[in-house]
């Protein structure tokens, strides 16, 4: 969906790397994170405060090979190196798919995935509450309450095309992507914002061990695109008067539309509700529109609704994978023009 | 060291990479590698045809976020998802310091660490074999054999600025970067060579779920950094005729000179001897030289070899990281040109 943006947006956003450019491992040896290019964390920090979606003064940021990366170092970081079982990591159903899967792979023995949050009995665990969440949209909050229970927030689609900016995020750990937030997924860069110093030294020492540091090509081209986008909203009379989140939510708003009209006539599905909410960075009134539909199937008949939906062509995540039952489905809303169109008409085939 | 030869090679080497190219998760969904951009794993084909060290033909390039990663995902992929024990990790001493903390941060129950290879009893293995060996720049072999073992070779620093190409590398599992043949350490990309496609199959599968996959900007930009290198030899009439490898071996070979005169007057310490090899790529007999150099401190009085050069502002890591004693030390030949100065004058003061 973004490719049309940055299409239009032209050379604006175009990174130039010359062949002697940034050979090293460092990029900063006084900062924390010591493989994070400054004009990166600059441009991070600039457009949070244009957004007011996080605080960022007094916040350590730490990068990471996606938010994938650094989901699994803020789990290394905030398990104890020593103890005899491992921490328990936990998320409310429905949870985002790849956190079991994430925190599993490797068997390791400081942490493991415990399910859902809401069942958990004890009072150590690390909590992750993804917000809005992946993959109903909805605006979770940490369910579990304990002193010496650890949180991580997932923000990846806290940004104005996806929901209204309430308030500026302050959690102890909070993870966002460029690939969410301008469409840049093949630039795996995520980055996360640590009020504990020693929990983003521990997080940087798990980057560190895991990959060396983060590329610093992505972040260079990273720093350019999060610039352009801030010099839309800043310097309005630049070249190109298109402005990124209101290029991403007028495009997800036409395509929620036109979902609900063609749900609503299959009298199949059913679709979550959104409140209206005051955006503080548009001013405006809206309600949600997701970078993912959470379809529930209405049909008794239907059980599984993911090879129901596969039947005719419609590429889906069943809900088992999000830890509730085969009823419900998670559909991309985020793909080229084109595949939107297709899922439409074939959706609409059943009405 | 490489900055000096990126420099002088000038525009060249630039890779441009407009804001809206490379935006997916996905380069090629035929590939069993998904997220591997054509263009790089063209120019690493033809690399390693054109200086001839290591065989690519029907062989699976699966790349990484530098070999380090790649390094994690084959011992995954050799490593039982059912075993009751961990698989035992092994390489020959000297090793390199990386593998035991590469292996253990996470306490796997997939793998561990199991120290020396010429200590290790069983059958049941994976033999990391590092040639040229870091840190004392020998050309290792596997030392263990037996039918159920498995061998990694990390062949990080087999390329001619380094070493005599003898023969191209035909091994199972063969680990190259960036970092180390081009100098672009900060670019964070390695590629392996596989034999087995179900190995190349779990090693991209490690890689998925590690960091969904390996920086596009920084596949781009290698593939023009390999291409420029290739060009060099292949089409000698290009603007600049500075050729990556001869110059790098030349600014070696003066290091390694000057290094061994105030080794020999120091009375001090004493360096590995390298063979004369011929070099089928250059054509030219050579002995090798090694990114690293491995001191020896042959005064007894002397015992913390680390220590002792710390004292002189002489930074080195000590043999207890390389799995033997504190007599030895390694010290990097591939500094900038003022560190390197820096390093042979302090030394020079103890003769």
Redesign the interface.
């Known amino acids: 969906m973004?490719?049309d943006f940055?299409?239009k947006?032209?050379?604006?956003?175009?990174?130039?790397?010359?062949?002697?450019q940034?050979?090293?491992?460092f990029?900063d040896v006084t900062n924390v994170c010591w493989f994070l290019e400054r004009d990166f964390g600059q441009e991070v920090r600039r457009l949070h405060k244009l957004v007011g979606n996080a605080v960022t003064e007094d916040r350590y940021i730490v990068i990471g090979?996606?938010s994938?990366?650094l989901y699994?170092a803020a789990v290394?970081a905030l398990s104890p190196p020593d103890a005899s079982e491992p921490m328990s990591v936990v998320s409310a159903v429905p949870y985002y798919s790849g956190y079991p899967?994430?925190t599993d792979?490797?068997?390791?023995?400081?942490f493991r995935w415990a399910g859902d949050a809401r069942a958990f009995k004890g009072e150590s665990y690390i909590e992750v509450v993804c917000s809005p969440n992946n993959p109903d949209g909805s605006m979770n909050k940490a369910v579990l309450n304990s002193e010496t229970g650890k949180t991580i927030h997932d923000l990846a689609y806290y940004w104005p095309q996806y929901t209204a900016i309430t308030e500026p995020a302050d959690h102890d750990i909070m993870l966002f992507t460029v690939?969410k937030s301008t469409?840049?997924?093949?630039?795996?860069?995520g980055w996360a914002i640590v009020k504990d110093p020693n929990i983003a030294k521990k997080m940087t020492k798990?980057i560190a061990?895991?990959?060396?540091?983060?590329?610093?090509?992505?972040q260079?081209?990273a720093a350019?695109?999060l610039k352009?986008i801030s010099d839309g909203y800043e310097h309005p009379n630049t070249k190109s008067s298109m402005r990124l989140f209101d290029f991403g939510r007028d495009r997800l708003a036409k395509r929620w539309e036109r979902l609900r009209e063609v749900v609503k006539a299959t009298k199949l599905f059913s679709l979550p509700e959104y409140p209206l909410e005051t955006c503080k960075f548009t001013r405006e009134k809206f309600a949600a529109y997701p970078a993912f539909a959470w379809l529930k199937c209405e049909k008794e008949e239907i059980e599984d609704c993911e090879s129901f939906l596969k039947k005719l062509k419609i590429q889906t995540r069943g809900g088992m994978h999000f830890g509730v039952d085969m009823k419900y489905v998670r559909v991309s809303m985020l793909d080229r023009e084109e595949t939107f169109k297709l899922f439409i008409e074939r959706l609409a085939s059943l009405a």
């Open positions: 973004f490719e940055w299409a947006k032209g050379e604006e956003a175009t990174v130039v790397i010359p062949g002697w940034t050979l090293s491992y990029s090979t996606g994938t990366q699994q290394f899967m994430k792979y490797l068997r390791s023995g400081l690939s469409g840049h997924a093949g630039t795996r860069l798990f061990m895991n990959t060396i540091g983060v590329s610093k090509d992505s260079l081209r350019k695109i352009v």
